[in-house]
Each structure stands twice: as C-alpha cells, then as structure tokens.
C-alpha cells in the first residue's frame, strides 16, 4: 500500500457477504487502530468483501512500521468472527498530501 493514494482491498470470505449484519475492516500500526471502514462503506457481492481507501485514509498510515488488517463481523445469526491479521508495509510518497 502507498500512502496518499486510494487503493481497493478484497477479500474472499468462505461464506456469502449476503450472511453479514455487521462488519468492520480495520487497519492497524504500532498496536493502535489507525481507521476502520464499516459494511456500509464496502461492496459485497458473492463471497467477495471489498472497500476503498481514500487519499484521506492512507495519509493516516506511516511509513516507519507495517500497517495490520482484520475483518471483524457479525452475521445475522449472531455468530460473531474475525478473519486472520494481514500484515502489509506501507510506502512512501514524496509530495504528502490529498491531491
């Protein structure tokens, strides 16, 4: 992932999106959360999770430590899960800044 710029992430859930009440994609650095985008804010369709970042959110990330990502959900069942933590390093850009 580059800083500053609007990178889509996917996932592939082992289940239909269509089972989901609640879900949240949370990027992480240093142990703290950084942001988290909500269902409202993905596009589901199939078995594929999917939501994009803005300028906004990837100025948010630094560059001095790998970046953390979960999926957390709730389906309409009430089983609650939460997906393995995808680490990623997170590259720098040399005018900072939304564009």
């Known amino acids: 992932m580059i800083r500053g710029t609007t990178p ?17 994609v949370t990027l992480s650095q240093n142990g703290s959360e950084v942001l988290t985008k909500t269902l409202q804010e993905c596009f589901c369709e199939g078995e594929m999770l999917t939501v994009r970042l803005t300028q906004e959110d990837t100025l948010k990330l630094r560059t001095d430590s790998n970046t953390e990502i979960q999926i957390r959900a709730r389906t309409h069942e009430g089983n609650a899960l939460a997906s393995n933590i995808i680490t990623a390093s997170t590259a720098r850009i040399l005018k900072d800044g939304v564009i």
């Open 8 to 24: 889509t992430l996917e996932f592939t859930l082992p289940f239909d999106t269509i089972l989901l009440a609640e879900a949240w």
